[in-house]
């Protein structure tokens, strides 16, 4: 059986385990520093298994020697957003928490990938990739999944269809300058631009782009991890099963859609090598622009944590 260990085993990381549990694709590890917490919510799902059919062997644990070969490490350890919060006043708090897990969890899985949720997302995904000095195929942050799912969502309820109809691309950094594309996302092949009305397509964009926050200020405290997990959960699936399955997801960029030395949101191929390949779409100018604007918000919160940290 492959191994996913988690750090961070609070709202994501739990409910992903539980996710990829339910898809019998590995043994997991709860890796939290609160004791007894990850060991207790590891026992109660190791317990969920018979229920369900799955078997898949689950444990919870304070110590970083639990997540010795694990074939996937996702990074889920750090303080969620409260109402009022950007992802980018986590930083400084997260840089700590994101660094350790990051090194700690190498030392006992040299050959692991890595899947990176913790806020800010594109820039705790370069603290990763840095620190430990892997090719940039082993880091992935999870953004665009769930981006992408959000704008489905809303797609499909305007348009009364399945959510399997639609397809959404939301690229960019995972911040409010995020780039939801209306040209290639489709409703069963018909651009999405040609097939909803202006009006009603422009409020989708604003809510996607305010999708996270919408749920931090309906919950008061905490944010959104039942989507978060679930698009994490199927990354995992794609690269452990090698599918070769393109997925928005952010990815080191040397020279793609213009962009160097930088996390960001772009279609990837994932699968057992990790991020094997970004996919660049043709862009118009107004596109352009939007990833510009975009990469410019991520650059400026990457030099924040370069202040921060020496890498
Ligand atoms: N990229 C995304 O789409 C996405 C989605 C959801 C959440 N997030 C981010 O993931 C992070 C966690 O969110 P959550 O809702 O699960 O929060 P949470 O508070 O429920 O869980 C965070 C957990 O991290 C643990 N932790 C703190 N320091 C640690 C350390 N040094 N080692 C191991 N564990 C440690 C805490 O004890 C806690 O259990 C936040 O930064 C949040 O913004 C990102």
């Given at each position: 059986m492959q191994k996913i260990s988690i750090i961070g085993a609070g709202m994501t990381g739990a409910t992903t385990a539980l996710w990829l549990a339910e898809r019998e694709l590995a043994d997991l590890v709860l890796m939290d520093v609160v004791e007894g917490m990850p060991q207790g919510k590891g026992l109660d799902m190791l317990e969920t298994m018979p229920i369900i059919g799955r078997d898949v062997e689950i444990v919870g644990s304070n110590d970083y020697a639990a997540t010795k070969g694990s074939d996937i490490i996702i990074i889920t350890a750090g303080l969620p957003r409260k109402p009022g919060m950007s992802r980018d006043d986590l930083l400084s708090a997260n840089a700590d928490i994101v660094g350790k897990a990051a090194t700690e969890t190498l030392k006992h899985s040299p050959d692991a990938i890595y899947v990176v949720l913790t806020n800010p997302l594109d820039t705790m995904a370069y603290l990763t990739l840095k620190l430990n000095k892997l090719p940039r195929e082993r880091v992935i942050g999870q953004a665009g999944v769930l981006d992408s799912a959000r704008m489905r969502a809303f797609v499909a309820h305007e348009a009364g269809l399945?959510?399997?109809?639609i397809q959404c691309y939301v690229l960019g950094g995972h911040g409010d300058e995020m780039v939801p594309l209306t040209r290639h996302s489709n409703v069963a092949g018909i651009p999405l631009r040609d097939y909803l009305p202006a009006d009603k397509l422009e409020a989708i964009i604003n809510r996607t782009r305010k999708g996270g926050g919408e749920i931090v200020n309906l919950l008061k405290s905490g944010s959104a991890y039942y989507a978060p997990s679930a698009a994490v959960a199927q990354m995992s699936e794609a690269i452990l099963k090698d599918k070769h399955l393109i997925l928005p997801c952010s990815a080191y960029m040397q020279g793609e859609y213009g962009l160097n030395d930088i996390f960001f949101g772009v279609p990837v191929k994932l699968g057992r090598g990790g991020m094997e390949k970004i996919v660049e779409y043709k862009l118009d100018a107004d596109e352009k622009a939007q990833f510009e604007k975009s990469a410019a918000a991520v650059k400026e919160t990457h030099e924040a944590l370069k202040k921060l940290v020496k890498i």
């Open positions: 399945s959510v399997e109809n």
